[in-house]
């Protein structure tokens, strides 16, 4: 076909020229019609109809295996089989239920084809996994499904919903006869953990060490504070489902529980949640102190038995007074706070000591310290800047020329002889803000002239001081380096003034 064009268009022949360029027009023109056809598909054609039209099949179906019992987590599917392909794919929204937890529906999808009647169709599978939290039937709602495919008539796309269905949950016979003294309670439910697979671990420690079960039975001191961590993992169970621990308060104690830190992890979909409870106990007076024993129900339901998971009783030993206790307990709390705070009341005496020894010196110190930070020189950078881009430039000039006579003052105080810049100092305090001294102009000058760039930015800040007709402004980056002042000086003791020369001091 290109070559067909090309020999076509190497010809002289202009008519057959132009009828080959009318039939390509209206072969584009066709195509983007034809384009534009597909890409609209009819209003009148909606997802309904092309089910009544047998063009697609939505299917739910509960995957997990009955019976079900309460807290586990059952797999829900949701198929949309279409005899094209889709567009944007498959969303389901499943509806809010009471009494049920719903995991945040996932972004992945099961995709594939099969066989219907001869004919290979591509089918979207969604999954929900749901979580019924009582005992009972529940009769689900329909879920809202998006669905978005590419037919005959254009791309076909909304929302339309499945059919309703039923799941049932029982309790396990095995946890309603655990044998609790009590009998099966509320309790038991709540702290029930339906799972494959659990582990409890319970640690406690003193500041940054970790009491082992001996330390735990040790002696402690009216002050210190204990803090207990109990994490708990458990898989296919997401962490917000976790049993919380019952917060234990004593007298003597303060009891503070921080709260809970969740987190669920995924590894190749499965799902494992894992939740850290952690509680700190203060001990405010002697005395022995006893938290209870709190038990979680884990049922395996691959085995269908129940384990006991124990938060074992501790019992803490304490000495010593209380905080208000009597006059003996009073000295010995105090004895232990000065112990505790020696090294700071001391490096405060001595504190107090030197600065009251250096108080006489202290306009000196003040000065060493804005010498060293060079403080003075960094408020000129940032009045410099915010004149300048005010646009006093008169008052830039002034500032300038204090910037350098800084500078000049530093290098005399290390030993250079430097007088570039001595020219009625007293003067130039006093200036009126729309007019600059000359003798601060010609110093200016005679700073910058071995510059030339630089020379030639000073004559432009000139300018702008000085000409009504002003020149274009200096950018920020020719205004910083107007500030870089690296000169060449040479004190010419004939003379009283400095002349540029060969000796390169950098004064910035």
């Not at 708990?232 to 919380?244: R, S």
Request: with cysteine.
């Amino acid at each position: 076909m290109m070559s067909f064009l090309c020999d076509v268009f190497t010809r002289r022949i202009l008519p057959f020229k132009l009828l080959v360029l009318q039939v390509l027009v209206l072969f584009s023109l066709s195509v983007a019609k034809l384009s534009q056809a597909v890409e609209s598909a009819d209003s009148s054609i909606t997802l309904e109809s092309l089910i009544d039209k047998n063009q697609l099949s939505i299917e739910i179906r509960v995957q997990s295996k009955a019976p079900f019992v309460v807290k586990q987590p059952i797999i829900v599917q949701v198929e949309v089989s279409s005899d094209r392909w889709f567009s944007k794919g498959v969303q389901v929204t499943p509806p809010a239920y009471k009494d049920i937890v719903f995991l945040p529906t996932s972004s992945s999808s099961i995709t594939g084809t099969k066989k219907i009647n001869g004919q290979t169709w591509t089918y979207i599978i969604r999954e929900i996994i749901l979580y019924p939290m009582q005992e009972g039937v529940y009769e689900l709602p329909a879920f809202d499904v998006f669905a978005s495919v590419n037919t005959e008539y254009g791309i076909v796309e909304g929302v339309f919903k499945t059919d309703d269905f039923q799941i049932e949950a029982s309790m396990p016979k095995v946890v309603t006869e655990l044998d609790t003294g009590v009998g099966f309670t509320t309790e038991i439910e709540d702290n029930l953990i339906v799972s494959p697979s659990v582990t409890l671990s319970v640690k406690h420690d003193i500041g940054n060490e970790v009491l082992d079960i001996t330390d735990v039975a040790r002696t402690f001191n009216v002050g210190d504070a204990v803090t207990q961590t109990v994490s708990i993992t458990a898989k296919g169970v997401p962490a917000m489902m976790l049993p919380v621990l019952a917060q234990t308060q004593l007298s003597g104690l303060s009891v503070y529980q921080q709260p809970s830190k969740l987190s669920d992890q995924s590894n190749r979909g499965e799902l494992t949640g894992i939740t850290s409870q952690t509680t700190s106990y203060i001990f405010e007076q002697a005395g022995e102190f006893t938290t209870p024993k709190q038990v979680l129900y884990w049922y395996n339901l691959q085995q269908n038995e129940v384990t006991e998971l124990t938060v074992p009783s501790v019992t803490w030993v304490v000495k010593g007074g209380a905080i208000s206790a009597s006059s003996d307990g009073t000295a010995s709390s105090f004895k232990a706070w000065l112990s505790k705070y020696s090294l700071v009341i001391v490096s405060l005496f001595i504190l107090i000591y030197v600065l009251t020894r250096l108080a006489p010196y202290r306009t000196n110190l003040k000065a060493l310290y804005l010498s060293l930070s060079q403080y003075e020189i960094k408020q000129l950078q940032v009045s410099l800047r915010q004149e300048y881009e005010q646009g006093n430039y008169a008052k830039v000039c002034q500032l300038l020329y204090r910037y350098i006579e800084y500078q000049d003052a530093q290098l005399s105080k290390i030993g250079s002889a430097v007088s570039l810049l001595n020219h009625h100092h007293s003067n130039e305090r006093g200036l009126d803000n729309s007019h600059l001294n000359n003798d601060i102009i010609l110093s200016l000058k005679q700073f910058y002239k071995s510059d030339s760039e630089k020379y030639s930015l000073l004559e432009r800040l000139l300018t702008q001081t000085y000409s009504i007709d002003t020149a274009a402004p200096l950018t920020d980056e020719q205004f910083n380096t107007l500030l870089q002042l690296t000169v060449l000086l040479k004190y010419n003791q004939s003379k009283g003034s400095g002349d540029i020369s060969a000796s390169a001091i950098k004064l910035n």
